[in-house]
């Protein structure tokens, strides 16, 4: 038998159910086959009725942007900054594109200090900080003021080693041949 509680959004987040220390997460592979994982652990979180926020750096495409958040469920949100492309490393990066993902990153700080959600997820944000889109201080920052219940799961490779060691699980997916 399966019971199901519903609460309203407003309900749950006028009564935190959470006062444990979030956790900082790392899943890093070189060849960047590990959101799967990911996405499997936010689906599980926004299922049981938390909030969970995935911000990809990198993705565009149409009509993205925080204006336009792809909303899976009640629970779940996705944002991309507003790109016509996605982004990548041997790509030159526009002024403009350099500008949707600032913005996408200031509205992530402000917004996730509201306690709407239980988990964030930063994909790709080492790529993000190799690009020069987001600084490392900045990402170190954000992780140590973050709401106290907050967990954060950050992916990418090379992922630089402080927020390595600031993580409180480091998964490294690799192939075996």
Known sequence: MVAQLSVSVSEASLSPTYDIEGLVQVFTCPQRHFFTTVMAQALRVAAQGSGVLIVQFLKGGIQ????????????LTWWRPALQRCLGDSQT?????????????????????????????????????????????????????????????????????????IADQVTELRRLI
Request: net charge negative; hydrophobic share 45%.
């Open 93 to 165: 990066i526009t002024p403009e594109e350099q500008a949707a993902v600032r913005r996408l990153w200031e509205h992530l700080q402000v917004t996730v200090q509201g306690g709407a959600y239980r988990l964030v997820v930063l994909d790709e944000v080492s790529l993000a900080i190799q690009l020069g889109l987001v600084s490392e201080a900045e990402v170190l920052n954000f992780l140590k003021n973050r709401p106290r219940p907050l967990d954060v799961v950050l992916t990418g490779p090379e992922m630089p080693p402080s927020l390595l060691a």
């Open 64 to 75: 993205t942007g925080v204006e336009h958040p792809i909303q899976l469920g009640q629970h």
